[in-house]
């Protein structure tokens, strides 16, 4: 498809699991964000990936946090021993250099830790 | 602090009418973008409208505008001639060309309902 692309749609795991989370952005996108949303609220930035750069990091949580993109194209973040408070939606974007820096937004992989 | 700041955490509007959703911001970096998003309970983040720092105009796009009062540090998102397909989360947002560059700052939103 032409939009960003996220994988699983919804996830329920119990406490103490490992999630992997996958985002394949719009193709040609250097920039890829991803966001979380907790159940009625705005959205907290985790990370951002630029081209070859290193990623911005500045927004993960916990060190349980982390997040690859291989070959400057998919994304995936992964969530270890995953807690309740980590439950929420987890929102992918992509956006291209030299745009006014609107981002394109996956639909969200939501995510129930038990 | 808080960057972005939306006060209104529930609006309604008549079918037809107008409406203004409320934004203000806060940042010391001289170059920004402000931007408003609309999420309807599919879950999905809409684009609507664009302003940046130095754009002299106030940003249109079709039935939306944004009102950007550059002083107060506000920029409001109109909604002209409200549709019920108008129901929906509406998130305002801010981009810093100098400091978090990398970074959109959402604010908590505003849902929109739009009354028949």
């Known amino acids: 498809g032409a939009g960003v692309s996220q994988s699983p749609s919804n996830k329920v795991t119990e406490k103490g699991k490992d999630v992997e989370l996958r985002c394949d952005p719009i193709s040609g996108h250097t920039a890829l964000y991803w966001y979380r949303q907790s159940l009625g609220q705005g959205l907290e930035f985790l990370i951002y990936?630029?081209?070859?750069?290193?990623?911005?990091k500045s927004g993960l949580p916990s060190d349980r946090f982390s997040a690859e993109r291989t070959g400057g194209s998919v994304s995936t973040l992964t969530i270890q021993r995953t807690q309740q408070e980590d439950s929420a939606v987890y929102l992918c974007?992509?956006?291209?250099?030299?745009?006014?820096?609107?981002?394109?937004f996956g639909e969200g992989s939501r995510l129930t830790v038990l | 602090a808080q960057k972005i700041t939306q006060t209104q955490p529930g609006m309604f509007v008549q079918e037809k009418e107008a409406v203004t959703l409320d934004c203000t911001y806060d940042t010391s970096d001289p170059s920004y973008g402000l931007f408003w998003y609309k999420q309807p309970s599919s879950g999905e983040m809409i684009f609507l409208i664009y302003q940046g720092s130095y754009d002299q105009q106030n940003a249109t796009e079709g039935r939306y505008s944004l009102n950007f009062q550059k002083a107060r540090k506000s920029a409001n998102l109109v909604i002209s001639a409200s549709q019920l397909g108008d129901s929906a989360m509406y998130f305002c947002?801010?981009?810093?060309?100098?400091?978090?560059?990398?970074?959109?700052?959402f604010g908590t939103g505003t849902r929109l309902t739009v009354i028949p």
């Open positions: 990936f630029q081209g070859n750069s290193a990623p911005d």
């Open positions: 974007a992509s956006t291209f250099q030299g745009n006014t820096g609107e981002l394109f």
């Open positions: 947002a801010m981009r810093q060309d100098q400091t978090g560059a990398n970074n959109l700052f």
